[in-house]
């Protein structure tokens, strides 16, 4: 069994767990974080976010559902 892992199944939210807009008009560096990933095999990426830079403690969330519940949450400090 693989996970898709694309940019668009991951969001950032503010210390406040407000959601960031996405900015469809920035350029991921190089190689952008995507593909399947099965067990045993590793990959590397790359995401891009903006955040405020006064917010102590953005989030990154990978899998929510459509109600915003759920999904593996990381910290991005």
């Known amino acids: 069994m693989a996970v898709s892992l694309f940019?668009?199944?991951?969001?950032?939210?503010?210390?406040?767990?407000?959601?960031?807009?996405?900015?469809h008009f920035t350029s991921t560096p190089n190689p952008e974080l995507q593909g399947h990933l099965y067990n045993d095999v590793s990959m590397e990426g790359w995401l891009l976010f903006a955040v405020a830079t006064t917010d102590k403690s953005p989030?990154?969330?990978?899998?929510?559902?459509?109600?915003?519940?759920?999904?593996i949450w990381f910290s991005l400090t």
């Open 7 to 23: 940019r668009y199944n991951f969001s950032a939210f503010s210390n406040n767990n407000v959601e960031y807009s996405i900015s």
């Open 59 to 71: 989030k990154m969330v990978y899998g929510t559902n459509y109600d915003g519940t759920g999904g």
